[in-house]
């Protein structure tokens, strides 16, 4: 422990005692950060958001609609529960028309039961207060309701009434049946006729499978009467953004780096030419090889940190000050571990060459 | 006498393959004591310090210090050994010159595991003792050769070494810093080191318990 603390602290000393030298590299990772941040960076916040307007449109999602003979049941969700690649899969009933329970002539707004678990995905909590006999509306149903407060209570024609129990957060892919009402059902039988079937992939390119997979175990009496759609043109649409914006910034960054690498590789080697007699009396005092490549290294490693830190600021700043997008901060965190690395590998030949220096010849040179 | 603490067992080096500067060479340097090597330049004063020092290994032959041997130890035990057991005082002092005064009296402190903070008051004391009289901050391109040369000895003292390895200490001194430097390696010996000097100073070779002439 404290060797390591000596060596942190030599190297940071060391680093500070050559001012120009310690400036350049500095100067070149900030550099090299602020480069790749204003280009491959700017592109891939694009990217980012582009990709994030894609997904919002439901890129994953599979919606397969059921007249009342097809014979669709609650039991497909436990058939689906077997598939690879599903993240999450809800049915839906039929809707039946519902009024505010005290306006019995008021707005109809369509209400359905829900199926599947992990309904809190929608808004519904987990385990309900009162099983079965809560509804959960959209905020565009309880308007129509007239319960902008979510309280209160809806009847269905058939004369069956639910407390309301909260606010949805209705989903992309549930945004075509608004005004939105639910009920959960948490104890289906198996039974339940569904007319609506929603499953999300777990990636985008999953959806053609996924969906391959879900017709095969819909089991309906009449699949003449099951309609299927799929959102696999969008998430082609992602994959070829992707693999675009992806590839072209892979190139880049790499050429950035290897330039950088070079640059620093190059400045240490001079700097371990020029300091030759340095090294010399450091051996001749007693400093091993590793400890001579261990303490360049730091010192590489640490004016890298700094120059990435200072890259970062300065990339970020005019970024935002010029409205473009940020990359997220993963992006950055990947980019400076990579510059780090980078310019510390970079350092290893002259941090080996230093170490080699015989002391005897370089004391003996005057 | 005093066993030794270094001790050169038939020593044979040479730059060139086909010359020996140092053909069979013998000595045994005991605690205690102050040893002069003396002699034309050229006869391989400063190699045989530089192989007793452990910075050269020599073609035949062994150097024993504190009754191991060496020849054979691997790069990174000599250095340790370097850094532990010996002190040097080079001819031209050898100090770090982007670096404090205080960071090159407390540079091997890093070479044995050590923090300098650790040191800081003993190398201080040191400069004081020898009369070093420039800020401790202050960079060795600022200081005359005299002190420059007394930095370097504080940092050789700063471990108390058991062997001290000096190459002509008191070269580029005056009258006054020489003696001072001598007497410090005089009281280093009498403190219990083998105390080893390469000198053409006749003076200091006088002040010496042996004089070895190659």
Redesign the interface.
């Known amino acids: 422990m ?2 390591l ?3 942190a ?2 190297a940071l ?2 680093a500070i ?2 001012p120009v030298a310690s400036a350049l590299t500095l100067l070149m990772v900030a550099g090299m950060v602020v480069a790749v941040m204003l280009t491959t960076g700017r592109t891939v916040g694009a990217e980012q958001r582009v990709l994030s307007s894609i997904d919002a449109a439901g890129t994953r999602s599979i919606t397969i609609r059921a007249e009342d003979a097809a014979g669709l049941t609650s039991e497909v969700l436990d058939r689906l529960a077997g598939v690879d690649g599903i993240e999450w899969a809800g049915a839906f009933s039929s809707a039946s028309d519902a009024t505010n329970s005290a306006v019995p002539d008021g707005v109809r707004v369509a209400v359905r039961y829900a199926y599947g678990a992990q309904l809190e995905r929608l808004g519904i909590p987990e385990r309900s207060p009162a099983p079965g006999r809560l509804a959960y509306a959209s905020a565009a149903a309880l308007t129509q309701l007239g319960l902008p407060d979510a309280a209160g209570s809806v009847t269905l024609r058939s004369g069956a009434s639910f407390g309301i129990g909260g606010a949805l957060r209705t989903p992309d892919f549930l945004a075509a049946f608004e005004p939105l009402v639910l009920v959960p059902r948490d104890e289906a039988s198996g039974v339940e006729p569904v007319n609506l079937l929603v499953v999300i992939a777990r990636s985008p390119e999953l959806v053609a499978p996924v969906a391959e997979a879900v017709v095969s175990v819909l089991a309906a009496d009449d699949p003449g009467k099951v309609t299927m759609r799929t959102s696999e043109a969008l998430a082609e649409l992602r994959g070829l953004v992707q693999g675009q914006l992806g590839s072209f910034s892979r190139g880049l960054v790499l050429a950035v780096l290897a330039l950088t690498a070079a640059l620093v590789a190059v400045l240490l080697s001079g700097l371990v030419m020029m300091r030759r ?2 090294f010399g ?11 001579i490549v261990a303490l360049l290294l730091v010192q590489t490693a640490q004016l890298a940190v700094a120059g990435v830190v200072a890259g970062l600021i300065a990339a970020c700043s005019v970024l935002l000050l010029s409205g473009d997008p940020v990359p997220r901060a993963e992006f950055s965190a990947a980019l400076g571990v990579l510059a780090v690395a980078a310019a510390t590998a970079a350092a290893a030949p002259p941090a080996v060459l230093a170490s080699r220096r015989d ?2 010849r370089e ?2 040179v ?1 | 006498m005093a066993s030794a603490v270094l001790e050169a067992r038939g020593i044979v080096f040479g730059y060139q393959r086909d010359t020996a500067i140092l053909d069979g060479w013998s000595e045994a340097f005991a605690a205690g004591t102050m040893t002069a090597l003396t002699g034309p330049s050229g006869r391989g004063k400063s190699t045989l310090l530089y192989l007793l020092g452990l910075m050269l290994r020599p073609r035949a032959g062994e150097v024993m210090l504190e009754g191991s041997p060496t020849a054979r130890a691997s790069d990174r035990e000599r250095a340790r050994l370097r850094a532990e057991r010996f002190g040097f005082v080079f001819q031209d002092a050898a100090l770090d010159a982007t670096r404090s005064v205080l960071d090159n009296v407390t540079e091997t402190a890093l070479y044995r595991g050590q923090l300098r903070g650790q040191l800081r008051e003993r190398a201080l004391s040191l400069l004081d003792r020898f009369g070093v009289t420039v800020p401790a901050e202050r960079r060795p391109g600022q200081v005359s050769g005299g002190q420059a040369q007394r930095i370097a000895l504080c940092r050789a003292l700063l471990s108390e070494p058991a062997v001290l390895l000096a190459d002509e200490p008191t070269g580029n001194l005056d009258r006054g810093t020489a003696e001072l430097v001598v007497s410090a390696l005089r009281e280093h010996a009498c403190a219990g080191a083998a105390v080893i000097v390469v000198t053409h100073a006749p003076e200091v070779a006088q002040q010496c318990d042996r004089e070895i002439r190659l």
């Open positions: 404290i060797r603390r000596a060596l602290g030599e000393a060391s005692a050559q007699k340095d009396r450091r051996r001749a005092l007693g400093a091993s090889r590793g400890l002391p005897v004391l003996r005057p």
